[in-house]
């Protein structure tokens, strides 16, 4: 068995690229990516996703904003958002008289999963087309501004938004970060809590030449405790909202009709 073969070494070897050429994705590429992330793994081959191909200038240059102000959204040339999507399956549902429930915390988390799946998908295939691509998870911050700003049904929420390009040279010549060792990683059987030494031995490397302990509290301050932490926090409440309380357990859409959009 080849355990070196050009998928794994592909896997290993991409990392998020920020900077793009000013290259055009070809429509014959962009249609195989998103063919890809369609051939991805779904719960009960449902499809839980939409995917939104962001092609309007004017609204790139409006996310590049929103999410954290970074320009470099704008300037990609493929920019997609894959939606959780709960909201087509009910609409069916209901329009062929099924008298559903409404969607649950459930069917959310199902559909999550489903759409970060095809976006890995997408991801792993553009890579190997050579196109980089990046992560951009602000899409989940400001719940109000972005369901307004893609015309968000109560029922579809922004998983992630993935932006691709052909890489800058110095983007391919950055050495890509390393990961924490399988051990720490891996717990065999059931989940393994680890005390304060064997966390500080999976993370310490991060700190580089700085003290543990003041790395650690940085990044913590940085990330974990920074307020665009906090908004995402706030915000996925929003999304989660329509999905909680009794109605989304027990209400069928005979009784108040289907949620509209």
């Given at each position: 068995?080849?355990?070196d ?35 991805a793994?779904t719960?009960?081959?449902?499809q ?10 004017g ?13 470099f ?8 958002i ?6 087509k ?19 959310l ?6 759409a ?40 579809v929420?922004p998983?992630?938004?993935?932006v691709?390009?052909?890489p ?16 720490h ?6 989940y ?5 030494a ?34 995402m ?7 989660l909202a ?16 289907p949620?509209?959009?």
């Open positions: 068995m080849d355990m073969n050009e998928i794994l070494r592909q896997l290993r070897a991409r990392r998020s690229v920020r900077a793009f050429l000013d290259r055009p994705v070809p429509p014959e590429v962009k249609r195989a990516v998103l063919e890809a992330a369609c051939a793994p719960a009960g081959n449902q839980l996703y939409t995917i939104l191909d962001i092609t309007d200038q609204l790139r240059d409006t996310l590049a904003d929103t999410c954290d102000h970074q320009p959204i704008a300037q990609a040339p493929m920019v997609l894959f939606c959780a999507d709960c909201q399956w009910y609409d069916a549902f209901a329009a062929g008289g099924c008298a559903p429930r409404r969607p649950a915390a459930g069917d988390w199902l559909a999550l999963s489903d970060s799946i095809a976006a890995q998908n997408a991801v792993t295939a553009a890579w190997s087309l050579g196109l980089g691509s990046c992560y951009i998870g602000d899409i989940l911050e400001q719940a109000e501004t972005h369901r307004a700003l893609l015309h968000l049904p109560a029922y929420v998983a992630a938004m993935v691709f390009g052909y800058a040279p110095q983007q391919l010549e950055r050495e890509k970060p390393a990961r924490c060792a399988l051990r990683i891996v717990h065999e059987n059931a393994r809590p680890m005390d304060g064997e966390l500080e031995e999976m993370l310490a490397w991060k700190a580089g030449p700085r003290p543990y302990p003041h790395w650690l509290d940085a990044f913590c301050r940085r990330k974990y405790n920074s307020d665009f932490s906090r908004e926090s706030r915000s996925a409440g929003v999304y329509p999905f909680q309380g009794p109605q989304a357990a027990e209400n069928p859409v005979g009784e108040e009709g949620a509209e959009g």
